[in-house]
């Protein structure tokens, strides 16, 4: 049987005869339906038979991998005519001393990728849905170690464009000048995009294809991102999208309109949650609320390990007052910051009777309205992040939301005592 690919996987296929070797990594893009999940299969089991490659097959968790992504792969044995060459296991396909290894990234609870920091040998690194992937910091961390001294090393991200303020979309295209959609090489990286219109007709099934083209038709912004797979501005759901924060240049807020300066927060409680402290300085400016975010603790390590920062940011910004929600683990982090800021801040416990997701959509929209944010948050990483994370805060979407509630939340916290202190200016 003759396999018919897109002429766009050509350069793809040339990296296995040593074309391009500049490149170390590719960015596979794409709708539903644009088969790039076939290709890479394809292609790892050619890299196996006849390059005698090694490859590291992954995604973020080890969900659904033996069930879903190994499965892909063995389809394409009989597809390839290669049964009689290789050896399916439970978790490998082998040939000759070589392999495709299957194996998540992440191990266990927390962001751990220790048990792929120890994998030698493999050159092909091959991460399907990289858009799971939270941070560069994750992906760089295996990247590193995909490094053999023989063959040529390549890591091929799979993925279905999300977000413009995803790592993948700021770290690869945005700072490299490359739009999204784009077929080429440019430094170390060859970009492929492919939709379901670059695949041979006789590959698709005729019902979805007419749904395709009445979804152009009907919800052309929600064709172009899921079939077309475009990189979007605003997720549909997100409760505080970019477009609706406000920005200013904070090194020019008068002092003497400042009345207040506090920071609040909720310490991390489990894997995966980020200890978000925001601080702020209040204003009155023509009997109106305005509240600058100054800096941020954004961190997944918790205040035991950040708190030396945090401490030095406030004594930075002179913060008078610092809440600190004390259910769970937060009574520990209240204590230590109790002891090392006692001279410099107030800081005071607070409990709360509702869940996040209560008190988010509570405050949301008076964080929308009054809090003012730095315009200059891409220079650093950590604000970077903790925009990133309340620009995603998507309503009823659990899997949307997970570890990335708490930026939003500490945000919320802060408006909820906002509006108790100020009540009077605020209500009348």
């Known amino acids: 049987m003759q396999i018919k690919f897109s002429k766009k996987y050509k350069p793809l296929f040339q990296l296995l005869t040593g074309k391009y070797p500049e490149v170390d990594t590719v960015i596979l893009t794409g709708g539903r339906g644009s088969a790039k999940s076939f290709v890479i299969a394809c292609l790892a089991l050619t890299a196996l038979v006849y390059h005698a490659w090694n490859v590291l097959y992954t995604r973020f968790t080890n969900v659904s991998i033996i069930d879903s992504i190994k499965p892909e792969v063995d389809d394409k044995i009989e597809l390839l005519q290669l049964s009689e ?3 399916s296991t439970t978790s490998h396909i082998e040939h000759n001393g070589n392999r495709i290894a299957f194996k ?8 751990q990728t220790a048990n792929l920091k120890s994998l030698f040998g493999f050159n092909l690194f091959v991460i399907d849905e990289a858009e799971e992937t939270p941070d560069f910091e994750t992906f760089e961390k295996v990247f590193l170690s995909i490094r053999s001294k023989d063959k040529r090393n390549i890591t091929i991200l799979i993925l279905n464009p999300t977000t413009s303020m995803h790592w993948i979309y700021e770290h690869f295209f945005e700072k490299k000048g490359v739009e999204g959609g ?6 170390n990286v060859m970009y492929i995009h492919t939709t379901y219109k670059d695949v041979s007709k006789e590959y698709l099934a005729p019902n979805i294809l007419k749904y395709y083209e009445r979804m152009q038709e009907d919800e052309p912004e929600k064709y172009d991102q899921i079939v077309g797979g475009g990189w979007i501005t605003e997720p549909e759901g997100v409760l505080l999208p970019l477009s609706k924060l406000r920005f200013e240049n904070l090194s020019n807020i008068p002092e003497e309109n400042i009345v207040f300066k506090f920071a609040c927060g909720d310490p991390a409680d489990k894997g995966g949650d980020h200890f978000s402290f925001p601080m702020f300085h209040v204003a009155i400016i023509d ?15 918790g205040i035991e390990v950040v708190n030396d920062r945090a401490i030095e940011k406030m004594r930075t910004l002179f913060i008078e007052e610092s809440f600190l929600e004390v259910n769970g683990v937060g009574v520990g982090a209240y204590l230590l910051l109790k002891r090392d800021l006692s001279n410099h ?10 869940n996040k997701e209560v008190r988010i959509l509570s405050h949301y929209e008076f964080v929308a309205k009054y809090f003012i944010f730095d315009e200059n948050y891409k220079n650093d990483p950590e604000y970077k992040l903790f925009i990133n994370h309340v620009t995603s805060y998507q309503k009823d979407d659990d899997t949307a939301n997970k570890n990335k509630k708490d930026a939003i939340d500490s945000l919320c916290s802060a408006a909820s005592i906002l509006k108790i202190k100020y009540k009077k200016i605020l209500y009348g």
């Open 345 to 354: 801040s107030k800081v005071k416990p607070f409990t709360s009777t509702i």
């Open 287 to 301: 009997n109106n609320l305005a509240c600058f975010v100054k800096d941020v603790i954004h961190s997944r390590d």
């Open 104 to 111: 998540g990234i992440k191990t266990g609870s927390k962001q």
């Open 85 to 87: 060459y290789v050896n």
């Open 182 to 187: 784009s077929n080429l090489v440019r430094d």
